[in-house]
């Protein structure tokens, strides 16, 4: 087997329990928040909605360019979110830098407040974008797009691996949701509260805290879900085959389970062909398509004669 999914390690700030009485006292403690979240040398880290405050700049500007060197120090992308100024309009914008710490793109906040709106900020495009990645491909959502699943389902099927998502507040349910229903990652940021990441299940896997005030963890972007039927007795014999460089993890009462891989040359979907494993969006759409057949065969026997 010559393929591979690699572990991404992922770094997530919150700004829980810090002084907001001045915006570059803010700025400095956030950061310093940053640098002890690096000590597992991150691919990437993602810091609250606007936490620099409300003030708007260029982007480049003063904050991305500091973070820039951040992420050229540390060979990290960052997501920045800030208020950016361009072409005398107000953005609330997530700045995209890469590992030399260049910008490579920016999403603006698509689903605004009221407050925002009259406060002057303009709504981004309704097609959300996605972003290339050396290691994979990413969106973002900002706050109050949570409310909008159809952008976490377009993203998904854009594919985004992970979206991340800067905010004012946790979203917690809503975020465990669309982790779920869309099978991607979702990183949280937070200004307040805990910062999360999400699992393809909606599972918490990191989280902060009192004693941590970021959260971090290593996502394997090759992860699939799968229904248990027609795959328990194939999903065993991988287990028998190949041990812990395939990762099998049960959700009892879903009836589901995913798989990563652990090793080197080794992919999820080359085990998949291997062990002939259909995942479960496969599964449901097969069950769906047999059952419109069925109805076709039968005609519909929901409606009245």
Same mark, same amino acid.
């Given at each position: 087997?010559?393929?591979?999914?690699?572990?991404?390690?992922?770094?997530?700030?919150?700004?829980?329990?810090? $002084?907001?009485?001045?915006?570059?006292?803010?700025?400095?403690?956030?950061?310093?928040?940053?640098?002890?979240?690096?000590?597992?040398?991150?691919?990437?880290?993602?810091?609250?909605?606007?936490?620099?405050?409300? $003030?708007?700049?260029?982007?480049?500007?003063?904050?991305?360019?500091?973070?820039?060197?951040?992420?050229?120090?540390?060979?990290?992308?960052?997501?920045?979110?800030?208020?950016?100024?361009?072409?005398?309009?107000?953005?609330?914008?997530?700045?995209?830098? $890469?590992? #030399?710490?260049?910008?490579?793109? #920016?999403?603006?906040?698509?689903?605004?407040?009221?407050?925002?709106?009259?406060?002057?900020?303009?709504?981004?495009?309704?097609?959300?974008?996605?972003?290339?990645?050396?290691?994979?491909?990413?969106?973002?959502?900002?706050?109050?797009?949570?409310?909008?699943?159809?952008?976490?389902?377009?993203?998904?099927?854009?594919?985004?691996?992970?979206?991340?998502?800067?905010?004012?507040?946790?979203?917690? #349910?809503?975020?465990?949701?669309?982790?779920?229903?869309?099978?991607?990652?979702? @990183?949280?940021?937070?200004?307040? #509260?805990?910062?999360?990441?999400?699992?393809?299940?909606?599972?918490?896997?990191?989280?902060?805290?009192?004693?941590?005030?970021?959260?971090?963890?290593?996502?394997?972007?090759?992860?699939?879900?799968?229904?248990? $039927?027609?795959?328990?007795?194939?999903?065993?014999? !991988?287990?028998?085959?190949?041990?812990?460089?395939?990762?099998?993890?049960?959700?009892?009462?879903?009836?589901?389970?995913?798989?990563?891989?652990?090793?080197?040359?080794?992919? @999820?979907?080359? !085990?998949?062909?291997?062990?002939?494993?259909?995942p479960l969006r496969t599964y449901l759409a097969r069950c769906e398509k047999a059952l419109d057949d069925a109805r076709a065969r039968s005609g519909d026997p929901g409606k009245?004669?």
């Amino acid at each position: 087997m010559q393929g591979s999914d690699r572990a991404v390690h992922v770094a997530a700030v919150t700004q829980d329990r810090l $002084d907001r009485g001045s915006s570059v006292t803010l700025v400095e403690e956030t950061l310093e928040r940053l640098d002890r979240a690096a000590y597992r040398e991150p691919d990437i880290a993602c810091l609250p909605e606007t936490f620099a405050g409300y $003030d708007a700049e260029p982007a480049p500007g003063p904050i991305t360019e500091r973070l820039s060197g951040w992420a050229r120090d540390r060979s990290c992308y960052v997501i920045c979110p800030i208020r950016t100024q361009v072409a005398g309009r107000t953005f609330n914008s997530a700045i995209i830098l $890469d590992r #030399r710490g260049e910008i490579v793109g #920016r999403y603006d906040k698509i689903h605004l407040t009221e407050g925002e709106l009259a406060g002057g900020v303009t709504a981004g495009d309704a097609d959300p974008p996605v972003f290339q990645t050396d290691f994979g491909t990413i969106g973002v959502q900002i706050c109050f797009d949570v409310n909008w699943p159809e952008s976490w389902r377009l993203l998904k099927e854009k594919g985004a691996d992970i979206v991340f998502y800067p905010s004012a507040f946790p979203a917690h #349910r809503q975020l465990s949701s669309l982790a779920w229903m869309n099978e991607l990652y979702i @990183v949280s940021t937070t200004k307040t #509260r805990a910062s999360r990441v999400y699992d393809i299940t909606g599972e918490v896997v990191a989280e902060s805290g009192y004693f941590q005030p970021w959260a971090d963890a290593a996502l394997h972007l090759g992860k699939r879900l799968f229904e248990i $039927d027609y795959n328990t007795d194939k999903v065993r014999k !991988l287990q028998q085959k190949y041990g812990g460089r395939a990762l099998v993890q049960w959700c009892h009462d879903e009836s589901w389970f995913t798989l990563a891989s652990q090793g080197p040359g080794l992919s @999820v979907e080359e !085990l998949m062909d291997e062990f002939g494993l259909v995942p479960l969006r496969t599964y449901l759409a097969r069950c769906e398509k047999a059952l419109d057949d069925a109805r076709a065969r039968s005609g519909d026997p929901g409606k009245e004669t």
